[in-house]
């Protein structure tokens, strides 16, 4: 079995090594525009040796934001904007770069969380959300606005003008958002979906919309370029039909189908009613158990701190490989420490060989650091 420093081939695409770093929402863009912070914090994360690092959830349009502060790709000033911001990290840094697209769905619209996270209404610099239905997230808000099949087709050509612009600013990889609670995911999960067209009721009708998105992104991409999805296996709901597990793995079969790459497996984030039982490494099972059913290649996520247990999880063949947030946040070298831990070698750049301390070993290599 292959173990997390062993490296991975995704189309393409070669990672050196197993390490992801998952996209992290950073709240901090002007008009969708990434700014010097995206410069600083995807700099300090791409140092550390991770095979792949993502560039955070980017709406496809202004409406698919979650906050007005979030990063997005919708027109030239966002692509001229992030241009800068891969450039550095390309000049100084060897990880393969992906980014998430995505759209927010009935959740846009949105306070950054350090100043709540609530909804905003338009007279507070919010706008009216759209959605599968007209179905408010939690008791109390206003309705979003229910999506024609015109919006539909809108949305779906946005994922593809973002998914080109992507490849022009040179991605080596592409992920679909179709998880926690964002609009993909709304049209999968009954919680959410309540149209009476060909996009809702059946599995089938409430798979199209996010099948459709997938094909549409696919056929825009370069064949050498990988195009992964995010979800969310189950909602966490059991009081209600909503998504689970099953209807996960079903989604993975058809998606693989049609040429998939990866399924980057969560949960959660549909309703406020779930009730997730945490615990280390508590979404891995869904990874697990969607890689066995369709051999689509998996990367587990949600609460995997340890090296040691990241290594399981590849060894095992749970998932081929472990995506890292929070504890990368914490911990920017994890990689680094996981090569000490488990005795592997990671890449680093130059300037910083001489950082490890003594009887840690050569982890970045058989590289002499010499002064005078």
């Given at each position: 079995m292959p173990e997390l420093f062993d490296s991975i081939q995704l189309r393409e695409l070669v990672l050196p090594n197993r390490i992801i770093i998952s996209?992290?929402?950073q709240y901090s863009a002007i008009e969708g525009n990434a700014t010097d912070w995206h410069t600083v914090h995807l700099g300090s994360l791409a140092l550390g040796g991770a095979g792949l690092v993502f560039v955070e959830a980017t709406a496809v349009t202004p409406e698919g934001r979650i906050t007005p502060s979030c990063l997005g790709?919708?027109?030239d000033e966002n692509e001229a904007a992030l241009a800068p911001v891969i450039g550095a990290l390309r000049a100084t840094s060897t990880s393969k770069l992906a980014i998430q697209l995505a759209h927010a769905g009935r959740k846009a619209s949105s306070a950054v969380p350090w100043k709540g996270g609530e909804l905003l209404r338009p007279d507070q610099g919010g706008w009216?959300?759209?959605?599968?239905?007209?179905v408010a997230y939690k008791t109390g808000e206003p309705a979003p606005r229910a999506m024609s099949r015109a919006d539909l087709e809108q949305v779906k050509q946005a994922f593809v003008q973002a998914a080109r612009r992507a490849v022009r600013l040179g991605f080596d990889a592409i992920e679909i958002h179709g998880a926690h609670g964002y609009l993909l995911h709304e049209f999968l999960s009954p919680l959410s979906n309540h149209r009476d067209d060909e996009y809702g009721g059946s599995l089938e009708n409430r798979m199209r919309y996010p099948l459709e998105v997938h094909?549409?992104?696919r056929a825009a991409v370069p064949q050498g370029i990988p195009v992964g999805l995010r979800i969310s296996a189950t909602d966490w709901v059991d009081?209600?039909?909503?998504w689970d597990l099953d209807q996960s793995i079903e989604l993975a079969r058809r998606m693989q189908s049609e040429g998939l790459d990866w399924i980057d497996v969560s949960s959660g984030g549909m309703s406020p009613r779930q009730q997730i039982k945490l615990g280390p490494g508590y979404q891995v099972a869904f990874a697990e158990a969607i890689k066995r059913a369709t051999g689509v290649a998996t990367m587990a996520v949600g609460l995997i701190t340890e090296p040691a247990q990241a290594q399981d999880i590849v060894a095992r063949g749970r998932a081929d490989m472990v995506a890292l947030a929070r504890g990368m946040l914490y911990d920017p070298r994890?990689?680094?420490?996981a090569a000490a831990a488990l005795g592997r070698k990671v890449t680093a750049p130059a300037q910083y060989w001489r950082s490890v301390p003594a009887g840690v070993g050569r982890i970045f290599g058989d590289t002499v650091f010499g002064s005078r």
């Open positions: 996209p992290m929402c790709l919708w027109n009216v959300p759209e959605a599968p239905s007209a094909a549409a992104v009081d209600a039909p909503s994890w990689p680094w420490h």
